[in-house]
DNA sequence: GATGAATGAGTATTCATTCAT
DNA sequence: TATGAATGAATACTCATTCAT
């Protein structure tokens, strides 16, 4: 009556595993049409062609299903975002291809990226989690370029990280919510510019200009103020 | 033969405003004790010393007292970063003065900050609706600038704002959850500094790095890249 | 300070029952296009131009508003059905122009009909209440009648009267709920004939047909059975 | 090596099954004893023994229920209702068995034919809705025998039939409000006579009446009108 | 008489989670 | 492993009614 102990345990296996796969592809679905608070764990399991209690043998709750499928495409991204610097030597390409690398993923895990982040009213904290590990990210790089001597002591590395993954999380999102908004390009190049050279920069010359501010405060005021 | 129809409308107005007050302040009290899902209309009505249905005379539900709430902060946000703009003329003296101001609102209304734009796992949506109108003042500005030939055509004024107020968002929020990440002026310099001239720049001057940049691109690899 | 309480009285008196009349005329406008459990008595209030306490100040509650409304139109009615039997002496004449006020009745009130009697679930108690004055009538009637010695004595008159006061309700209903469900002549037609006759009856020659009937039961089994 | 999904879904079905027995037998108990709207669901749970959520696993809401139980009710009735016309061939057999079977169903579901149709100010539309399916019943048969040639075309068979169930539904409630109003027997003498002769008919003799009744209509004006 | 702010009791419904098969 | 019936806590919102002016 018990066929061979390995046997059943491989196949055991598989088939949990299966069926691991299964609820996460059916919340992945449900939660991208429906967004996260009015998905139920039921639902979620009758999706994947399971019964409600299934659900629970493979996960705590549906928060922790969408932070596996937020983890997963988490790691994605920065695992682009390092090949990035490991193919570029230079600078603005890096920072280009950045910028093109979080635009990719954002079209890629549309859905999922307004659910961690926004979603009219929804939240979980897998948004905050995200940004905070690609702030270390850049919070290390930044260190050891400071360790270097390469960069300015004026920036505290942690701040400039929040600040850099704050302004790559609110364009992404917003770009997200309506694509329309902007070209693709656009995008990109406004963030790759900021990010490099701030919203003072001008171009095609970036010296020269901060003669032409000295003598012309008036003509660029460029304060950024709301209103 | 009774009083005054207008001596008892005055009346009535002042102690339904007072009521009002009292439940808003109430509900400020609750809110940044407990955070937004844990706190009942009810708890809010008991706080300020009223039935549970008197709640409901004056707001919808508590995401409306919320949003009263945090709609009041914004505007006096608003009202601040854009006096800033006339009241300085210098460009670097605005962008600190404004990243100052943040900093200021940031400490001044803590909690609030914190629920409307982060609290672990709570959110509504005034937070991207704060963010929002931060940014269409941003844009506009930056549109005005623009229309007087005064900034990069390289930069959609648009995608730039959700930049600005991303970066800003995201900083003030995590320095507020824990102000000893950072010194006051740590923030405040790396915002202005990143602001006016993104994480490329080095203080003192601004240009003769464009060749040391390229003549020694692994020394800065400028890219801000995770990990 | 104190006008004549005569004065005072009389006038107060005309206010009050100004604002009475008010309040049922707005009730009965709210009834007809709400129905009876969705209006509140603040909206009757409010739609006749008074605070909300200045309903109870006149009516116990929204129920005896419709009470009120109902037992006018009630009686009404039983004045118009009343009037008939005194105007005709023939018989089939009478029973025609009864069905003829009935039907007239439930145009002109259709909306009060549906509530009282009707209306998806809801209802009050008032529709039964007006049927058992009109059966009360009715069994009054018939009582005369049997002692008369002009009726059947195999009737028993209350159940008469309620048999034939049913018949009227359910007929009037069931037309005031789509009139093009019938013509007006049609209802009045069959509810006079069924009235005097039964069902089954056939028009043209009353008598021969018992014989017809005898001899051909099968031919019109006239039970009216239900599929 | 688990029990076999067969019978453990057999198991399960029946479970269920009793479950939702036990729920419809709590709810007559209660309906029958307190009303259709002081009964809640958690009290009919609870009643069955079993948790406020369970119900809900079973029905909708407490309408649900009743109108199951209705809904049976009304089939059995009908079940009768037809059976009587194909025992019977004799006319006025068939009409006195049918008002024998609603009066027996009238004594066998007193208290839900009462909250069906009644039971002060409270109200479903279930019992319209099982009026409706009589009077469809009658309708069609009305139809088949005026096809053949076999009934009156005064009467409009869809009035009629509306008149027809009005009238059973009408005295059934009245009797199942007090039986003492009239004998088990008059009950059905009258509505047997009134649905085959209407109200005019005098039981031994159809015909001869006629003149007699144009002779000196101040005897029998038969209007029944009330008062 | 009229006002209208305040009251507060009352209840349906969802859904994460368990556990006996 | 999977099932799915059962659990039961948890909570917003309405609205008839009052009463101080």
């Known amino acids: 009556m018990n066929a061979a102990p390995d046997q059943n345990g491989g196949r055991r296996l598989a088939r949990a595993r299966a069926t691991r796969e299964r609820l996460l592809e059916a919340g992945r679905r449900l939660f991208a049409a429906q967004g996260l608070v009015s998905v139920t764990s039921h639902a979620i399991a009758e999706e994947a062609g399971f019964a409600a209690g299934t659900f629970y043998l493979h996960f705590k709750d549906k928060h922790a299903l969408f932070a596996e499928l937020a983890e997963a495409a988490s790691q994605e991204l920065e695992r682009r975002l390092l090949a990035v610097t490991t193919e570029k030597t230079e600078l603005s390409d890096i920072a280009y291809a950045q910028a093109d ?95 490099l050279f701030g919203s003072r920069h001008e171009t095609t010359d970036l010296c020269g200009q901060g003669a032409a501010t000295a003598e012309n405060p008036n003509d660029t005021p460029d304060g950024d103020d709301p209103r």
């Open 101 to 195: 690398a979080l635009v990719s993923f954002a079209e890629e895990q549309r859905e999922l990226l307004l659910i961690a982040f926004h979603r009219g009213g929804e939240s979980t904290d897998v948004g905050a989690r995200i940004l905070q590990r690609l702030a270390d990210g850049v919070s290390a790089r930044r260190r050891e370029l400071a360790a270097a001597g390469a960069t300015d002591p004026a920036f505290d590395p942690d701040v400039l990280a929040q600040a850099i993954v704050g302004m790559w999380a609110q364009v992404l999102v917003w770009w997200a919510e309506d694509p329309a908004r902007a070209t693709r390009e656009d995008v990109i190049r406004t963030m790759t510019h900021f990010q």
